[in-house]
């Protein structure tokens, strides 16, 4: 999911550099994760809206039954970091 990170860079008047919006791009997440803990195979960022985890899940059970990998990780999170304001 999108970062509300943005936000609070804006609030603060911040002008993000590289390795901000890089730490921040939902879409690479999934690579850094994989690089860190040293796994090898696609890794990939899955976005559905409301059915993100459980479709991560699906494409992970489907590997494993097809056989592409002897192991898969998948799960999900949704981080709201500032109050909503009205």
Known sequence: ????????????GVS???????????A???ARIAYILDLKGP????KTACSSSLVARALACRGLLDG???LM??????LFCIPIRS
Request: proline share 3%; with cysteine.
């Open 43 to 46: 890794a990939l960022t899955v």
């Open 68 to 70: 592409e990998a002897d």
């Open 73 to 78: 990780l998948a799960g999900g999170v949704t």
């Open 16 to 26: 993000p550099d590289a390795h901000t919006l890089l730490g921040n791009d939902d």
């Open 28 to 30: 690479a997440l999934a």
């Open 1 to 12: 999911m999108g970062t509300d990170y943005a936000c609070l860079l804006r609030e603060a």
